[in-house]
Protein backbone atom coordinates (compact mmCIF):
# COMPACT_ATOMS: atom_id res chain seq x y z
CA UNK A 1 0.00 0.00 0.00
CA UNK A 2 1.53 3.33 -1.03
CA UNK A 3 0.66 5.92 1.16
CA UNK A 4 2.10 9.75 0.60
CA UNK A 5 1.81 12.15 3.84
CA UNK A 6 1.10 15.81 2.63
CA UNK A 7 3.04 18.67 4.77
CA UNK A 8 1.69 21.86 5.67
CA UNK A 9 3.05 23.83 3.13
CA UNK A 10 3.15 21.52 1.18
CA UNK A 11 1.21 21.83 -2.76
CA UNK A 12 -1.03 18.95 -3.85
CA UNK A 13 1.52 18.72 -7.62
CA UNK A 14 4.67 17.75 -5.33
CA UNK A 15 2.75 15.55 -3.31
CA UNK A 16 1.21 13.75 -6.45
CA UNK A 17 4.40 13.80 -8.03
CA UNK A 18 5.56 12.11 -4.83
CA UNK A 19 3.29 9.44 -5.09
CA UNK A 20 3.21 8.69 -8.29
CA UNK A 21 6.96 8.09 -8.03
CA UNK A 22 5.99 5.85 -5.22
CA UNK A 23 3.93 3.57 -7.17
CA UNK A 24 5.88 3.59 -10.31
CA UNK A 25 8.89 2.30 -7.59
CA UNK A 26 6.98 -0.57 -6.06
CA UNK A 27 5.68 -2.30 -9.68
CA UNK A 28 2.31 -1.55 -9.44
CA UNK A 29 1.58 -0.55 -12.63
CA UNK A 30 3.81 -3.07 -13.99
CA UNK A 31 2.05 -5.55 -12.53
CA UNK A 32 -1.78 -4.14 -13.30
CA UNK A 33 0.00 -4.24 -17.17
CA UNK A 34 0.62 -7.74 -16.93
CA UNK A 35 -2.38 -8.93 -15.04
CA UNK A 36 -4.12 -7.07 -17.41
CA UNK A 37 -3.21 -8.20 -20.62
CA UNK A 38 -2.02 -11.98 -22.09
CA UNK A 39 1.27 -12.24 -21.89
CA UNK A 40 3.19 -14.65 -24.92
CA UNK A 41 5.74 -15.96 -24.18
CA UNK A 42 8.54 -14.03 -25.63
CA UNK A 43 7.20 -11.10 -23.87
CA UNK A 44 7.54 -12.91 -20.37
CA UNK A 45 11.03 -14.13 -21.55
CA UNK A 46 11.81 -10.36 -22.33
CA UNK A 47 10.79 -9.32 -19.07
CA UNK A 48 12.01 -11.69 -16.87
CA UNK A 49 15.38 -10.81 -18.88
CA UNK A 50 15.07 -7.13 -18.20
CA UNK A 51 14.29 -8.02 -14.22
CA UNK A 52 17.20 -9.67 -13.78
CA UNK A 53 19.63 -6.99 -15.44
CA UNK A 54 18.33 -4.84 -13.10
CA UNK A 55 18.66 -7.28 -10.03
CA UNK A 56 22.49 -7.25 -11.26
CA UNK A 57 22.65 -3.73 -11.54
CA UNK A 58 21.34 -3.31 -8.11
CA UNK A 59 23.59 -5.86 -6.43
CA UNK A 60 26.49 -4.65 -8.04
CA UNK A 61 25.48 -1.15 -6.48
CA UNK A 62 25.10 -2.59 -3.06
CA UNK A 63 28.63 -4.27 -3.20
CA UNK A 64 30.22 -1.12 -4.47
CA UNK A 65 28.74 0.77 -1.59
CA UNK A 66 29.35 -1.71 0.82
CA UNK A 67 33.18 -1.90 -0.27
CA UNK A 68 33.91 1.84 -0.38
Known amino acids: MTQ ?19 VSQSGIFA ?3 RLRHFETPL ?11 RQKRFRRQESNSAMG
Open 31 to 33: DLK
Open 43 to 53: EKHKRKAIARR
Open 4 to 22: VNVGKNEGIESALRRFRRQ
